[in-house]
């Protein structure tokens, strides 16, 4: 419960994952932000029943050029960013996604648009950025808060990455934290609601430039639009 009277709700299952989420405003209003059966997650082990549902899906046919599919910031204005944002998903959406599927599955995730939040780059093994550095958030938060003064219920992925530098484990954990810290910016600066937000760590699994070496390009944040994938809201 906030201060203004907004109520946010989360149901979780037992293993944390999101399950549901919404934003119920001082009338009474609800804003569905994230919405799974749960009858469909009665999972005993969290891991060995975990089925990819990207697995039944075609391969990936982009009929679109690069550069309506991946967008870098640093090379656009702030209307282009929004309206980048407000693009459908890339093919059709089947089904109605838990937030944990769309975490895990990369066919998932690779169906909907990508900006790159070029200009801002960690510090190697570091998850924090400096505060000259927070200005390469700008354009994306004020598109992304046009985009919810629109639809409430929009939720972004903010993806984390590192290089090759260090091992899997300690990349994963400061990808974690590298996508942890660019939320808190865009929440603590720019005021763009938490619960909007999810957040996760891809290690070194999709580097950017193919390199063993240290890279700053590779240590990065990139930014999906996911509402179409787990609520009706976006329907």
């Given at each position: 419960?906030?201060?203004?009277?907004?109520?946010?709700?989360?149901?979780?299952?037992?293993?944390?994952?999101?399950?549901?989420?919404?934003?119920?405003?001082?009338?009474?209003?609800?804003?569905?932000?994230?919405?799974?059966?749960?009858?469909?997650?009665?999972?005993?082990?969290?891991?060995?029943?975990?089925?990819?549902?990207?697995?039944?899906?075609?391969?990936?046919?982009?009929?679109?050029?690069?550069?309506?599919?991946?967008?870098?910031?640093?090379?656009?204005?702030?209307?282009?960013?929004?309206?980048?944002?407000?693009?459908?998903?890339?093919?059709?959406?089947?089904?109605?996604?838990?937030?944990?599927?769309?975490?895990?599955?990369?066919?998932?995730r690779?169906?909907?648009?990508?900006?790159?939040?070029?200009?801002?780059?960690?510090?190697s093994?570091?998850?924090?950025?400096?505060?000259?550095?927070?200005?390469?958030?700008?354009k994306?938060?004020?598109?992304?808060?046009?985009?919810?003064?629109?639809?409430?219920?929009?939720?972004?992925?903010?993806?984390?990455?590192?290089?090759?530098?260090?091992?899997?484990?300690s990349?994963?954990?400061l990808?974690?934290?590298?996508?942890?810290?660019?939320?808190?910016?865009?929440?603590?600066?720019?005021?763009?609601?938490?619960?909007n937000?999810?957040?996760?760590?891809?290690?070194?699994?999709?580097?950017?430039?193919?390199?063993?070496?240290?890279?700053?390009?590779?240590?990065?944040?990139?930014?999906?639009r996911?509402?179409?994938?787990?609520?009706?809201?976006?329907?």
């Amino acid at each position: 419960m906030r201060p203004n009277g907004v109520r946010i709700v989360t149901v979780r299952n037992r293993w944390g994952d999101v399950l549901k989420r919404s934003r119920f405003s001082p009338d009474g209003r609800e804003f569905i932000l994230a919405y799974y059966d749960e009858e469909e997650d009665d999972r005993d082990d969290r891991e060995s029943f975990f089925i990819d549902p990207g697995e039944d899906l075609p391969p990936l046919r982009l009929n679109i050029p690069a550069r309506d599919y991946i967008l870098d910031v640093e090379y656009a204005d702030e209307e282009e960013v929004e309206l980048f944002f407000r693009q459908p998903p890339v093919e059709q959406v089947r089904r109605i996604y838990s937030v944990e599927e769309v975490k895990r599955s990369a066919r998932l995730r690779d169906s909907v648009r990508r900006i790159e939040v070029g200009g801002l780059t960690f510090d190697s093994g570091k998850a924090t950025i400096s505060s000259s550095q927070v200005g390469a958030l700008s354009k994306v938060a004020r598109a992304m808060l046009a985009v919810l003064d629109e639809n409430p219920a929009e939720t972004f992925l903010i993806e984390g990455h590192t290089d090759a530098v260090g091992s899997e484990t300690s990349n994963l954990v400061l990808s974690d934290q590298r996508a942890a810290v660019v939320a808190q910016i865009l929440t603590d600066f720019y005021k763009v609601p938490p619960e909007n937000l999810v957040t996760q760590g891809y290690g070194e699994r999709y580097l950017k430039v193919k390199t063993e070496a240290s890279e700053p390009i590779n240590r990065r944040v990139t930014i999906k639009r996911i509402t179409s994938l787990i609520t009706v809201a976006d329907r």
